[in-house]
T-cell receptor, first 113, second 113 residues
Framework: AQSVAQPEDQVNVAEGNPLTVKCTYSVSGNPYLFWYVQYPNRGLQFLLK??????LVKGSYGFEAEFNKSQTSFHLKKPSALVSDSALYFC???????????FGRGTSLIVHP | EADIYQTPRYLVIGTGKKITLECSQT?????MYWYQQDPGMELHLIHYSYGVNSTEKGDLSSESTVSRIRTEHFPLTLESARPSHTSQYLC????????????FGPGTRLTVL
């Protein structure tokens, strides 16, 4: 069975400050991990993924995520937040043998000017 | 341009009506999915398909049905809409490789009066 947890419903950060959105997972084998962003009244948009290799993954719009196998985490980070980053962020995990991802409940990121 | 489309974007109908939500993708993806999402909330998988003539129910019990007669088209039908069906419906697709990410449509926001 696979599961993912996003422990924070909401993250508040000031513009220009670094941001972190947390994600932990549980999967039987080596995980495929994904981050998506959703703006109001839109579908989800892919940001980045970890499949294998380097633990630090770089994605769209300056976002990056660090895969930590020992802590089973895949936190999303950005060095300097923008007001336009304010959105709903979803972490997802997939067992390599499955085509059905499990999504977290989502974290609302609010970046204050 | 490769993309995934959903129509209508917004729909308000009365109880008991039959409706079909359309989803089409131009990427030739074999896998397609339907999710139900209340505003700002988590995603619930209601149907998925691994290819033509393949459809499966997801985790969330749903009174909807789907069909996959063509690779690019994955419509969702509600035979008799009820107020409890009021929600946002997201369509997604994924390509052949197991490590691929999902591509999401813009969603259909359904209101049943």
């Amino acid at each position: 069975a696979q599961s993912v947890a996003q422990p924070e419903d909401q993250v508040n950060v000031a513009e220009g400050n670094p941001l972190t959105v947390k994600c932990t997972y549980s999967v039987s084998g080596n995980p495929y991990l994904f981050w998506y962003v959703q703006y109001p009244n839109r579908g989800l948009q892919f940001l980045l993924k970890y499949i294998t290799g380097d633990n630090l993954v770089k994605g769209s719009y300056g976002f990056e995520a660090e895969f930590n196998k020992s802590q089973t985490s895949f936190h999303l980070k950005k060095p300097s937040a923008l007001v336009s980053d304010s959105a709903l962020y979803f972490c997802a995990v997939r067992d390599p043998g499955s085509y059905i991802p499990t999504f977290g409940r989502g974290t609302s990121l609010i970046v204050h000017p | 341009e490769a993309d995934i489309y959903q129509t209508p974007r917004y729909l308000v109908i009365g109880t008991g009506k039959k409706i079909t939500l359309e989803c089409s993708q131009t990427m030739g993806h074999d896998k397609m999915y339907w999710y139900q999402q209340d505003p700002g909330m988590e995603l619930h998988l209601i149907h998925y398909s691994y290819g033509v003539n393949s459809t499966e129910k997801g985790d969330l019990s749903s009174e909807s049905t789907v069909s996959r007669i063509r690779t690019e088209h994955f419509p969702l039908t509600l035979e008799s809409a009820r107020p409890s069906h009021t929600s946002q419906y997201l369509c997604a697709s994924m390509g052949l490789a197991v490590y691929n990410e999902q591509f999401f449509g813009p969603g259909t926001r359904l209101t049943v009066l």
